[in-house]
Every structure is written in C-alpha cells, then in structure tokens.
C-alpha cells in the first residue's frame, strides 16, 4: 500500500525528505522528554533507514523495525520511522544490543543497524564529563546537587546535536539481511474475564474448569517489557 505522503506525518516527511536532522531530532525530544545521544543515534539510524526504503509509513505495518533493546535510541526508531509499538510496527527483541532492523514488507528487504563498539567506547573519551557525570547521578543514582544534574542535561543535550554531525558508517555496522517478515498483527476477539468481567484477547484466557479468566484472575505469570527487558512476573 504506497500512498502519496501521509498528512498525519507530513512535517516528518519534510523534515526526512530536506535531510532536517536536526528538526527530526527536536521532533525525538517532544516523545522522548530530552535530547541525549542515544537519542540521536535512533534519529539517524532511523534516517538512514527511512531513506533507503523510500516508504511512506501510515501505520499499516507496510514497514517494520525490529529493536533490540529498551534504550533512548528506540525513541528516536519510532519518530523518524513511524514504527511503533501502538501501530504493531515496532517489534522488541530482548538482545541488549543497541540495533535495529528496517523491513519494507512488499520486497522484504531488510537492512540491519547495529552501533559499532568501537565508536560507542570512543564517546566516553570524547565526552569524559558526561559519561563521568551521567554513571555518578544516572547509573549509581548518587545523590547530587541540582546544578550537577542540570549540567549533565546541558551536556548530553550539546552531545545529541553534535553527534547529528556524525558520519551514519561511523556509527554502525549497516547490513542487508536475509529475515523472516513477521505477520501481520492478528485481529482477535476479546472474551470476558469469568471474574473480573473485563474484556481479554482470547489468546491471553486461560481456562480453569471449562470458565475463561484473564492471567491475573488465573493467579498466572505474565511477561513484562519493563527497564531490565523482557522478564516473567506473578500476577
Ligand atoms: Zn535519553
Ligand atoms: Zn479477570
């Protein structure tokens, strides 16, 4: 389904198509709350990507990203690509890598990015007192004075837009690869839950004596994407 340009995204589309960088970098900080570089990392490889598909994403899954880990960069993925995790474009895979893979459903071509090591741990030599700052008040969550915490911001909002400069084959190892193309999202009727009433995907019921009830009323496990990944948890 190739459409001419999608109004819901126009000032993306612009912004991708006049190489903007920087407004599809503001555009980033309106989702994600502020600018970092792992943000701009997602604005690029999202670039990148977008312009080697030449697709115009309306949210119908006619392009795919594939991430790999829960990041900052995600955010940037899902603007500049319109992939999201709403629209079922957005696919998580619990690797810990900072990578994604664009997927343009009609061809399957697919195009993966994956953050060269290289370049990742030259940016702490690049920018010691980010990094010296960002491992004390973010990592360590170390109690520091406001003026410390609004330095840092200062600093990592200063390293996302220089790092726009950054040459995209710096950045990544960039491959066409050969992937299975997920299925399109199923349309599944939802079932009531036999003791909290509340509608339930039917593939999510469990049955207990022949009644539907949702995971939480089964006393069951679910899975949870949440800041350590994917993980299993009671109900
Ligand atoms: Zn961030
Ligand atoms: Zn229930």
New binding site residues.
């Given amino acids: 389904m190739q459409t001419q340009g999608n109004p819901f995204r126009s000032e993306i589309e612009n912004m991708i198509r006049a190489g903007d960088l920087n407004g599809l970098l503001r555009k980033a900080g309106e989702l994600h709350g502020h600018l970092c570089n792992y943000l701009t990392f997602g604005v690029k490889a999202g670039y990148y990507g977008i312009k080697e598909m030449g697709v115009t994403n309306t949210g119908m899954e006619e392009l795919l990203a594939i991430v790999e880990t829960n990041n900052c960069f995600d955010d940037g993925i899902q603007i500049v690509t319109g992939c999201t995790l709403g629209n079922n474009s957005l696919i998580y895979r619990d690797y810990g890598k900072t990578a994604v893979t664009l997927i343009r459903r009609q061809d399957e071509k697919a195009i993966r990015l994956v953050l060269k090591p290289e370049f990742e741990d030259s940016r702490e030599r690049e920018y010691p007192e980010a990094y010296e700052l960002f491992d004390r008040l973010i990592a360590r969550r170390e109690q520091g004075n406001p003026e410390d915490f609004h330095r840092l911001m200062e600093l990592l909002a200063r390293m996302s837009v220089e790092e726009l400069g950054t040459p995209t084959e710096i950045m990544f190892r960039i491959e066409e690869v050969k992937i299975e193309v997920p299925s399109f999202a199923p349309i599944l009727e939802s079932v009531k ?1 036999t ?2 009433g ?1 509608n339930v995907i039917k593939t999510k019921i469990i049955e207990k004596e022949g009644k539907p ?2 995971i ?2 089964a006393g069951g496990a679910a899975f949870e994407l949440n800041g350590q990944g994917i993980s299993q948890r009671a109900t």
């Fill in positions: 839950c003791r909290c509340e009830y949702c939480h009323c």
